[in-house]
C-alpha cells in the first residue's frame, strides 16, 4: 500500500521567547496535509532536529509518510 504524502517547508519561527531575543531569523519546518499549505498536520520547532530534506519518508504520530518538500515561505 503506498503511503500517504505530507507536504513540508520552512517557515519564519513562531516561538515568541526566539523572536524576543533577536533570533526571528530562524525557521520552522512545517508540515501540511496539501500541496496549497491550508490544512497544517504538525509544527517542528528551529530548536529541535529538523529532518533533512533529502528525506523522502519521515515517521510523525506513529505513523510512516511520504514526504514532498516545497520551497521555503517567503513573507511577503
Same mark, same amino acid.
Given at each position: 500500500?503506498?503511503?500517504?504524502t ?17 533570533? &526571528? ?11 496549497? !499549505?491550508? *490544512?497544517k498536520?504538525?509544527? +517542528?520547532?528551529?530548536?529541535? &532536529? ?11 504520530? !506513529?505513523? *510512516?509518510?511520504?514526504?514532498? +518538500? ?7
Amino acid at each position: 500500500m503506498p503511503l500517504i504524502t505530507l507536504y513540508a517547508r520552512k517557515e519564519p519561527t513562531v516561538d515568541q521567547v526566539a523572536i524576543n531575543q533577536g533570533q &526571528a531569523f530562524r525557521k520552522d519546518v512545517v508540515f501540511y496535509h496539501d500541496e496549497e !499549505c491550508v *490544512r497544517k498536520f504538525c509544527h +517542528w520547532s528551529w530548536h529541535t &532536529a529538523p529532518p533533512r530534506k533529502t528525506k523522502k519518508t519521515i515517521t510523525l504520530n !506513529c505513523a *510512516r509518510w511520504t514526504l514532498r +518538500w516545497l520551497p521555503d515561505f517567503v513573507p511577503a
